[in-house]
């Protein structure tokens, strides 16, 4: 028998993904909408290792995915070495600055640093298989989507814990040795 024909796990993606019921939200960039000092605040107040980017509050529609690291680099070099760049300046992943009062400061474009394409899971996507994306992709989180919008991530610790946890209800399961 193949092993995946034996394994009959019913857990989803939504199952494993964070925040669960009960934990603080999601934290997200938003596009085009928070200023250098809001992603710094929210940065440190957090110890994640990336943050998606969506669109608006509003949409939740994923746009892409940054890393803690990138973010804390680029924001202290801007503010370093880039004329003009303040708490207030506006913080932009999309390809063109929104249109700003002309006494606005300079906004800092971070495009760069994002990935564009992050993989995702639908909530519904059962856990064997997208345990094995990360396996073949090599991936370090997944994040997880309803209808387009942003639900929730899936670390790859996030999946070591989980499978802990069946191997433990169920020490004969052979997924995992
Ligand atoms: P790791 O799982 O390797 O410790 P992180 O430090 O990024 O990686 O994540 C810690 C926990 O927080 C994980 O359970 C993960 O699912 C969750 N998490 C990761 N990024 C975010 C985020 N931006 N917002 C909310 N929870 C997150």
Known sequence: LEPKEEFEH?????DVMRPRRGDPALAVLTQDGMTVGEVETLVESTHYSGFPVVVSQESQRLVGFVLRRDLLISIDNARKRQD??????????TEHCP??????????????????SPFTVTDHTPMDITVDIFRKLGLRQCLVTHNGRLLGIITKKDILKHMAQIANRDPDSILFN
């Open 10 to 14: 019913s857990s989803l993606a939504v």
């Open 84 to 93: 003009g760049i303040v708490s207030a300046s506006l913080v932009v992943f």
């Open 99 to 116: 249109a700003q009062p002309p006494e606005a400061p300079p906004p800092l474009r971070l495009r760069g640093i994002m990935d564009l």
